[in-house]
């Protein structure tokens, strides 16, 4: 019996080996990318022509998330890793040293324009014209004393008149995405703390204690009034549409498609439009970024072609087809310091 | 006490049977009231879907005169020609009177970007066309698409709108003149994903689906047969056969996240074999659909009455002809019912294809077990999340394709049921 069982095993084992050999000296002749679902629909559009007009495969692309796409990136530097990976947020501290640590040793960044989120309402409602203190004060769990005092009380609003007189008799109802979302990250970020950094004692505290203003600014409030309505934007688009009080929360591309049907609300006066987010004067904008593998470049077919295909000024230029997509284009001046960084595979440093 | 007439039996059951007939009736009236409550969201699903996405089946088309100029092909590689340029000078001499660069613009943004590589495709699969000059459909943008079919508002202010007034304008001359027509999408059932909704296509997804469900087929119905024919003739009852049993049954309750984590780990870091393959796919489903296949074929194993087999033995066949000469083939019905329904399970499944890298941009048609692809559950999933407008109703025409496929299976399942079924 235990005889049989072992040289099983050992037959296992041998099949097992004999087939993975097999697979990892097959090679591999298309690109892989992974990553941010933010980045998805521009990497997929370059991905697409890139196939159609040039010799290379189309390559393939996963929507992974920024986390996991890194994860998966930084896993190894062979074949059977991605090559490339999309992100809505800058590589982080831990992320760059595990790449390191596991033999990725040589990255190249390169940021590829701007994506705004926005806080949407139905055009059957009045515009919202919201600052990021009203964000903040309607949207955070818990919220400095109303009745003064530096000391912080459950958030105690339910309407948005209560938050800011100026706004109208409506109860807050915002719909967004799921903290496992780079789009709430990057709205808790720039707009949640943005507003939270007004108000002086707070503000005065980031320098003393920075886990406690993190958590004061960055938690959301869970009585309802935030409601977590998935990663579809679709989703949130039709919800809003339906319940016109309610405010969804969700990437530009969304308000871009959809303008017959829903409003963006101004967020500190500024519209969101394509020419604010682009001029940085809108205030909830972030970068999006792209990080290559150079060891790859060369032995994955296409990938230098890729890469000039992403940075050429047909694809993110400021008429080029991913403003079509709702891609935010950068200056003129940061698009020829990347595109510069793409081609001679600039080595990202990161202290 | 007073002692008055005693009551009688009858007396008893005449005064009660109002109530139970009344509860009989109630009970009756309740299950017709679900019947009809899940029919009506059956209805109502089929309806939606159905609505939503007939309308992808069309696809607007735009007639334009093309001139193969014998210039533009003065290159050494004819795949690298200006396509463009054919769609583009073509537009100018509909509308002569468009002048500027933005308006330009605006013109050619009516053709869907996808017109070039038609064109393409037809220079290299018959070069003598140079020089001619034809008409040829192309397809148009999703927006002018989109238009057509009523889903843009035209009443609403020009900003707010993807189509600007003066395109519009341009629409309407077209459709007028007969140049814009909505043609069946054949784009649709032979084209692999695209970002351009008028490019995208379900060949990719379905090709996908199918080369995953043949290894899923192939591995788990010989396997499953097996173990269940081990299991129910020859395991000696023992607490380790017991053990077995318990955890079949329980792996048919496991979600099926668990096990896309379970083929990421095994099939993929330990074996080595390649990211979003239907060849791991199919593995990782074989796993899900086993235990589903194992209970229904021991199922129709048992459902094989003893004196089959007692008769078998009388007229001295082993035990091994007893089970595949007599008592497999009476079961065979039970057992296909069960893996047909098991791949049914396995074709509507994309939680455990997450985690082995088959949620992908795939825009070449697969062609092996072992190229890139994704499956039609999946395709339905990434068209639901895509802005443009114009895959809300791909979204549904995918979903209707996978209904069918399912709906077809099932069928084939009961017909294979009542055709080869035995009562004894």
Known sequence: MWKKAVSLAAVSIILGSSASSLFAASGRDYIAIVGSSTVYPFATTVAERFGKSTRYKTPKIESTGSGGGLKLFCAGSGIDTPDIT????????????KCQKNGVKKITEVKIGYDGIVLANSKASPKMQLTKKDIYLALAKDVPDPNGGEHLVPNPYSTWKEVNSALPDTKIEVLGPPPTSGTRDAFVELAMEGGCKQIGWIKAMKKKDKKKFKSICHTVREDGAYIEAGENDNLIVQKIVASPTALGIFGFSYLDQNGDKIQGSTVGGEEPTFENIASGKYPVSRPLYFYV?????????????????????????????????????????????FAAAAAALTPLVLK | MQVGKRETT????????????????????????????????????????????????????????I??????????????????????????????????????????RLVSSGASYVLRKMVMED????????????????????????????????????LSDQQIGWIDQLTEAGLLKKKFNTTFFTAGDSREPELAGIHGAVMGSIYTLTITLLLSFPIGVATAVYLEEFAPRSRWIDLVEVNINNLAAVPSIIFGLLGLAVF??????????????GLVLTLMTLPTIIIASRAALKSV??????AAFGVGASKLQVVTHHVLPLAMPGMMTGTIIGMAQALGETAPLLMIGMVAFIVDVPTGFT??????????????????????????????????????????????RRKFERRW
């Not at chain 1, 999309?86 to 040293?97: G, L, T, V």
């Not at chain 2, 002018?144 to 508002?153: E, N, P, T, W």
């Not at chain 2, 993929?268 to 796919?281: D, H, Y």
Request: charged share 25%; with cysteine; proline share 5%.
């Open chain 2, 371 to 416: 190229d890139p692809s994704t499956v039609l559950p999946v395709q339905i999933y990434l068209w639901a999340d895509s802005p443009e407008r114009a895959f809300v109703e791909r979204t549904s025409a995918a979903i209707m394709i996978l209904l069918a496929f399912l709906i077809s299976m099932n069928a084939i399942a009961v017909f294979l």
């Open chain 2, 67 to 108: 001139n193969f100029d014998q210039e533009l092909f003065a290159v050494d590689n004819l795949m690298g020609a200006d396509y463009g340029a054919l769609v583009k000078s073509s537009m100018r001499s509909l509308f002569p009177e468009v002048k500027g660069r933005a308006d330009k613009r605006k013109l050619y």
């Open chain 2, 268 to 281: 993929l870091n330990i074996f080595g074999m390649p990211r979003s393959a239907p060849l791991v796919g």
């Open chain 1, 86 to 97: 999309n992100a809505s947020r800058r590589i982080k501290m831990s992320e760059y040293e």
């Open chain 2, 305 to 310: 009455p003893p004196s089959i087999r007692e």
């Open chain 1, 293 to 337: 593998k150079n060891a790859h470049v060369g032995v994955v077919p296409g990938m230098s072609e890729y890469l000039a295909e992403f940075t050429s000024d047909k694809a993110w230029g400021e008429e080029g087809y991913l403003s079509d997509k709702g891609l935010i284009p950068m200056p003129t001046a940061e698009r020829k310091q």
């Open chain 2, 127 to 162: 070069t003598a066309i140079i020089g001619s000059s034809r008409k040829i459909w192309l397809p148009a943008d999703d927006e002018v698409d989109m238009l057509l079919k009523g889903h843009i508002r035209r009443d609403v202010p020009e900003s707010d709108r993807r």
């Open chain 2, 10 to 65: 009858m007396e008893r059951v005449n005064r009660g049977l109002a109530r139970r007939y009344l509860q009989e009736r109630l009970f009756r009236l309740f299950g017709l009231g679900a019947v009809i409550l899940s029919i009506c969201l059956l209805g109502l699903l089929f309806v939606s879907i159905g609505l939503k996405g007939w309308p992808a089946f069309e696809q607007t088309e735009i007639l334009l005169d």
